[in-house]
């Protein structure tokens, strides 16, 4: 849709041309959120394609993803072979509800900064451990966790005109076995509950749970817990009232997807060899 409130447009070929912040300042990446729906606090657009960061970069610590990636480049990655996990990578591409045309103009910043609890790139790189790298207008960069990142259902961490940059995937976690389980009430529709178990080599086992609650929640364990050991750090971790509520699923239902998945996980990643 046409955004009658933007009276400015700026295309800077470097972030710090960006010196000052303004309240109707708003980075434009793919735009799809932007100009879905009227944004009448906006009046300046600072797009961030002419930056020109390198979408990917393989490398023997991990994989490198510009803010500025588009998400079909990732569904595209060819992974190394030694990426157990890079399978997941693309299953978390199929997790949105995109068209076409959302899925070529969508970033991955932009889906972690809109920070819906459906946001598949959130469940990405905080199932794989992933850092993100943040430049604030006046100061120095911060890396913090992905984990860390949201904070509510459309809140994160960002401070006013502080600028996602790039998102690290270290190979540790690249390389750990994984299992997926997603349900959505709708084909193509956005997730009710979404859950990413990995295992490395140490049989440590990571579940993450998302779109389900209004922010991720990681469980960890030295082993493969038991199924009640496994319920019972569910529900310490998330009271039975903080199940996320919305039109694509009620609580008591991505409660139950919840519960459900976290235990078909933990009996596949149990089974060896599985995913390896
Ligand atoms: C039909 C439809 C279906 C959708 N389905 C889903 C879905 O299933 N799950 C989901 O999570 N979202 C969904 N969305 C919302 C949105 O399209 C996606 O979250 C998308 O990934 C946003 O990326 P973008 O690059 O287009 O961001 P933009 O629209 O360009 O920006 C989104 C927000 O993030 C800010 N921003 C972008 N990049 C940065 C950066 N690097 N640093 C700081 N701030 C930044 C912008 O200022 C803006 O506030 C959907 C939207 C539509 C229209």
């Known amino acids: 849709m046409n955004l009658n409130t933007i009276t400015t447009v700026k295309r800077p070929a470097n972030a710090d041309e960006i010196a000052g912040w303004q309240a109707g300042d708003a980075w434009l990446a793919g735009g799809t959120w932007l100009f879905s729906e009227p944004q009448p606090a906006t009046h300046t657009l600072i797009d961030l394609e002419q930056l020109g960061w390198p979408s990917l970069q393989v490398t023997p610590g991990g ?115 994984y299992a997926f389980r997603r349900a959505s009430l709708v084909k193509l529709g956005r997730s009710a509950a979404l859950l990413i178990g990995t295992c490395g080599s140490d049989g440590q086992l990571l579940i993450t749970i998302t779109a389900s609650t209004v922010q991720p929640v990681q469980l960890g364990f030295a082993g493969i817990p038991t199924a009640e050991e496994l319920r019972r750090a569910i529900a310490s971790a998330i009271p039975d009232d903080e199940y996320f509520d919305d039109v694509n699923g009620l609580p008591d239902y991505r409660r139950h997807l919840t519960y459900y998945f976290a235990e078909q996980i933990r009996v596949e990643l149990a089974q060896s060899g599985s995913k390896a």
């Open 63 to 177: 994989l490198e993803i510009a803010a500025t990636c588009r998400i079909m480049e990732i569904y595209r990655l060819e992974s190394p072979a030694e990426w157990a996990a890079g399978p997941l990578l693309r299953e978390c591409c199929n997790a949105l509800l995109a068209s076409f045309k959302i899925w070529n103009a969508a970033t991955v910043g932009g889906n972690l900064c809109m920070s819906l609890p459906a946001g598949a790139m959130i469940s990405m790189v905080t199932a794989l451990e992933g850092t993100l790298t943040l430049w604030p207008r006046n100061g120095a960069p911060r890396v913090v966790s992905a984990l860390d990142f949201v904070t509510g259902n459309h809140r994160n961490i960002l401070q006013a005109g502080e600028l996602l940059r790039s998102i690290h995937l270290p190979a540790t976690a690249l390389t750990k076995r």
